[in-house]
């Protein structure tokens, strides 16, 4: 099952740091983002393939807003958490 990354905070999207199609490991940095003057990585929870990005630098999110999806790499089971980073 896919994970879908969501904003756990009100922030603004610095930095994109992956595109669709790229291939992550738990604890790549996917998003940097801005909130109250502290800059905030977004980290992979799971090994996979990034296959959509719903934010563009510059945009403002909102708690529980959907951030990125990440199919989980068929060659290792999903760990099952569905929670993000950020």
């Given at each position: 099952m896919n994970q879908t990354i969501r904003a756990?905070?009100?922030a603004n999207v610095l930095e994109v740091s992956v595109a669709v199609g790229d291939q992550v490991s738990a604890g790549h940095i996917l998003?940097?983002?801005e909130s109250m003057k502290m800059e905030i990585p977004v980290l992979a929870e799971i090994d996979g393939e990034v296959v959509d990005i719903g934010v563009l630098p510059g945009d403002v999110i909102q708690e529980g807003d959907p951030?990125?999806?990440i199919k989980p790499s068929s060659n290792k089971p999903s760990?099952?958490?569905t929670g993000a980073h950020g």
């Open positions: 756990e905070m009100v998003l940097l983002l951030l990125l999806v760990s099952g958490k």
